[in-house]
Nanobody
Framework: VQLQASGGGLVQPGGSLRLSCIASGFTLDYYAIDWFRQAPGKEREAVACINSDDDNTYYANSVKGRFTISRDNDNITVYLQMNSLKPEDTAVYYC??????????????WGQGTQVTVSS
């Protein structure tokens, strides 16, 4: 199982980034996928999750209305569109696979993250 996150970078406050997570070694259709983040000195924070069955999505309150998670099973990729970025969004972002089809089961696998820095 591999999950490769990419798309991070340096962006000014108010800007946008789209992160991508390419999944391999398993059938993406069968599992819920999460994005979580970790900033230096802070605990890991769940950001967003998308079910595999019904594509229902869930977001942390801190990103609701600004971030959108989506999946393209044909291209084995999950995206995180991040708009109206704030300095407090600065962190390493990781994608993770859950144990089953629906969010809330916990992370089973995750890969190396991608750094997002929001600064002027």
């Amino acid at each position: 199982v591999q999950l490769q996150a990419s798309g991070g970078g340096l962006v000014q406050p108010g800007g946008s980034l789209r992160l991508s997570c390419i999944a391999s070694g398993f059938t993406l259709d069968y599992y819920a996928i999460d994005w979580f983040r970790q900033a230096p000195g802070k605990e890991r924070e769940a950001v967003a999750c998308i079910n595999s069955d019904d594509d229902n999505t869930y977001y942390a309150n801190s990103v609701k209305g600004r971030f959108t998670i989506s999946r393209d099973n044909d291209n084995i990729t999950v995206y995180l569109q991040m708009n109206s970025l704030k300095p407090e969004d600065t962190a390493v972002y990781y994608c993770a696979r859950e144990a089953g089809r629906n969010c809330g089961g916990g992370y089973v696998y995750w890969g190396q993250g991608t750094q997002v820095t929001v600064s002027s």
